[in-house]
């Protein structure tokens, strides 16, 4: 079966803050795929970034940067110097191919909140 | 750019109700995914569509939903009657590769129902 946990339910922050949202997932796939997806408050989930199982390499786009680690099974999303735009609530999701499908599996979310 | 469209974007109606949502994804994506996000939780798959086929429905409450993508383009996902427990955010996402190897899901602004 598959697991994510997103541990902290509510963030605030103020403005120019760095924030870091934490994702850890469970799988017996060897392969498997990870996702961040954000939901401002008009409810489209919106796509940042897909990592595949087999690359651990970091990225970084604007202020955004991930931190990918399969030897704690973490998938952490960092935003440096927050804005109050970045306020919503964010996914980290988990998928993998199954011989019926590529269903993802989400975690709870994360409500982040940016104040000026 | 392309979007995954939904409509309506909002929708009440009574218990005992019939309800309809309408999905048109991304041009050229040959995966189509119906998810329901109940309010503070992450999207649950519901069912996923490769062309005008099933891949997975086992999640879906298949006594009163019904979900059918007859020409492989767009989709309708039904509700017949419409339950107290139904209200919720109903999602539409749409990828690129079959299911056989995992693409990027994009997902339309969904459509909320409250059943009163």
């Known amino acids: 079966a598959q697991k994510v946990t997103q541990a902290q339910t509510e963030i605030s922050v103020v403005e120019k803050e760095d924030v870091t949202l934490d994702c850890v997932y469970e799988?017996?796939?060897?392969?498997?795929?990870l996702f961040w997806y954000k939901q401002p408050p008009s409810g489209e989930l919106v796509f940042l970034i897909r990592?595949?199982?087999?690359?651990?390499q970091n990225e970084i786009s604007g202020r955004y940067s991930w931190n990918f680690q399969k030897s704690t099974s973490s998938f952490n999303f960092t935003i440096t110097a927050s804005q109050v735009v970045d306020s919503a609530v964010y996914f980290c999701?988990?998928?993998?191919?199954?011989?019926?499908?590529?269903?993802?599996?989400f975690g709870e979310g994360t409500q982040l909140t940016v104040n000026p | 750019e392309a979007e995954v469209a939904q409509s309506p974007r909002y929708k009440i109606t009574e218990k005992s109700q019939a309800v309809a949502f309408w999905c048109d994804p991304i041009?050229?994506?040959?995966?189509l995914y119906w998810y329901r996000q109940i309010l503070g939780q992450g999207p649950e798959l519901l069912v996923q569509?490769?062309?005008?086929?099933?891949?997975?429905d086992s999640q879906l409450p298949k006594d009163r939903f019904s979900a059918e993508r007859l020409k492989g383009v767009d989709s309708t996902l039904k509700i017949q009657p419409a339950e107290l427990g139904d209200s919720a955010m109903y999602l539409c996402?749409?990828?690129?590769?079959?299911?056989?190897?995992?693409?990027?899901?994009?997902f339309g602004p969904g459509t909320r129902l409250l059943v009163l």
């Open positions: 996402a749409s990828s690129l590769y079959p299911s056989g190897g995992l693409g990027t899901q994009y």
């Open positions: 799988t017996r796939d060897t392969t498997y795929y």
């Open positions: 990592r595949n199982s087999f690359d651990e």
């Open positions: 999701a988990l998928g993998a191919d199954f011989a019926s499908g590529s269903r993802l599996t």
């Open positions: 041009s050229g994506h040959a995966t």
């Open positions: 569509f490769q062309d005008e086929s099933v891949v997975d």
